[in-house]
């Protein structure tokens, strides 16, 4: 399985305000995305970076950036991903540690009926991961998995 990436982003500063997108990102072993707010965060540990389908966000009818993904992704299959899977992104690694559940503080900051963005984004809202080795990620670099968890 091989994909891309297609833009990568940064959390602003205040929890309310939108991502803002980048040219490129660095990615730090352990800690996240240099510059993001929840950047070296120890208390979120499984949750160091966020990607998001292409595919998704248009099934969706949401723009990049809106669910608050870290790197959006065009790569088939990215929610069947299990925990312990290893995606190469750039020249970083990322280990998948879980589907992101969506929640009413996404659709509030959205502005919809809780429940209802609940129901329509459930299995679509993005997968969690944290970073194993660290790296730049930009528009256009690969994305493949690179291995997945011994069963």
């Known amino acids: 399985m091989t994909g891309r990436v297609e833009m990568v982003w940064t959390k602003a500063p205040q929890e309310s305000e939108a991502s803002q997108q980048r040219d490129f990102i660095e990615l730090v072993a352990n800690k996240g995305v240099s510059g993001d707010r929840h950047f070296g965060d120890a208390s979120r540990p499984n949750r160091q970076v966020l990607l998001v389908g292409l595919d998704h966000l248009e099934d969706l009818r949401l723009e990049p950036g809106t669910l608050r993904e870290q790197i959006t992704v065009d790569f088939p299959g990215l929610q069947d ?3 312990g899977s290893v995606l190469q992104v ?6 998948i540690t879980g589907d992101c559940a969506p929640c009413l503080t996404m659709a509030k900051y959205l502005n919809e009926d809780g429940q209802a963005f609940v129901n329509r984004s459930m299995g679509k809202r993005g997968m969690l991961g944290k970073v194993m ?6 528009p256009g670099d690969t994305v ?3 291995g997945e968890p011994a069963n």
């Not at 750039?90 to 280990?95: F, L, V």
């Open 133 to 138: 080795e660290g790296g730049t990620v930009a």
């Open 144 to 146: 493949s998995l690179r």
């Open 81 to 83: 991903l299990a925990p």
């Open 90 to 95: 750039g020249n970083a690694a990322i280990e």
